[in-house]
């Protein structure tokens, strides 16, 4: 049975995590995924190439990690909203998926995966485990706790997620990632988001009265 680490040993491995991770991403910015080599990561993180190996044995492994660690820390702590009120736990989390799509290092690094995934393979086979990242964590969460509660009728949690995700994208980050020049305001991006809501809680939310249906 292995041993855990001793808390020193767990603390450095995290410390060489962030710095290697902080160096990856600035290098696949600056000079694409081709031109971005796992040495060159390693000497500007102040690591050894074994200690990079040992955390991030591809540059694919490495590369799927900056663009889910370029949508994580800031949205860490997103609160899962009370059940009840369908549309205004969307827009809670919504307005929260907006922040993080619109973040430059995650449009950046999406560009990135668009230009060099066809030329190389191993990038292109990445999962990119987005249901990972926090916000949208706690959008399943929700979701099935307002199904379970009644409030809702949603028989394909995965489903509807998709769909409440896909129409925010399509407002507000598509046409950022193709369109070099585009903006959108603050006031435009939050009118997308509650049109979004909207939307699903008209599908989804339950009649009145209606009883708690049985978990999706």
């Given amino acids: 049975m292995t041993r855990p680490l001793p808390s020193y040993h767990r603390d450095v491995a995290a410390t060489n995590r962030?710095?290697?991770?902080?160096?990856?991403?600035?290098?696949?910015l600056e000079s694409g995924y081709d031109r971005t080599s796992l040495a060159r990561v390693a000497q500007d993180a102040g690591v050894s190439k074994a200690t990079l190996f040992k955390q991030f044995p591809?540059?694919?492994e490495l590369f799927e990690a900056t663009v889910l660690t370029a949508g994580g820390p800031p949205d860490a702590e997103v609160a899962d909203p009370r059940t009840g009120d369908?549309?205004?736990?969307?827009?809670?989390?919504?307005?929260?998926?907006?922040?993080?799509l619109t973040r430059p290092r995650?449009?950046?690094?999406?560009?990135v995966v668009i230009a060099e995934s066809p030329r190389f393979p191993e990038l292109r086979e990445r999962t990119f485990d987005f249901g990972t990242l926090p916000v949208l964590a706690a959008?399943?969460?929700y979701l099935r706790a307002e199904?379970?509660?009644?409030?809702?009728?949603i028989e394909d949690l995965d489903t509807a997620s998709a769909q409440?995700?896909?129409?925010?994208?399509?407002?507000?980050?598509?046409?950022?990632?193709?369109?070099?020049?585009?903006?959108?305001?603050?006031?435009?991006q939050l009118r997308a988001v509650d049109e979004a809501a909207r939307t699903i809680a008209a599908r989804y939310a339950a009649?009145?009265?209606s009883t708690p249906s049985a978990t999706a």
């Fill in 86 to 100: 369908l549309h205004a736990g969307l827009v809670a989390l919504g307005r929260a998926y907006a922040e993080l």
């Fill in 207 to 209: 009649p009145a009265g």
């Fill in 139 to 141: 959008l399943g969460r």
């Fill in 58 to 60: 591809t540059k694919a």
């Fill in 147 to 153: 199904h379970e509660a009644g409030s809702a009728r």
């Fill in 164 to 188: 409440f995700l896909g129409m925010i994208a399509s407002a507000i980050f598509w046409p950022r990632l193709v369109h070099g020049t585009w903006t959108i305001t603050d006031d435009e």
């Fill in 18 to 28: 962030a710095a290697i991770l902080d160096a990856a991403v600035r290098l696949f």
């Fill in 106 to 111: 995650m449009v950046a690094l999406m560009r």
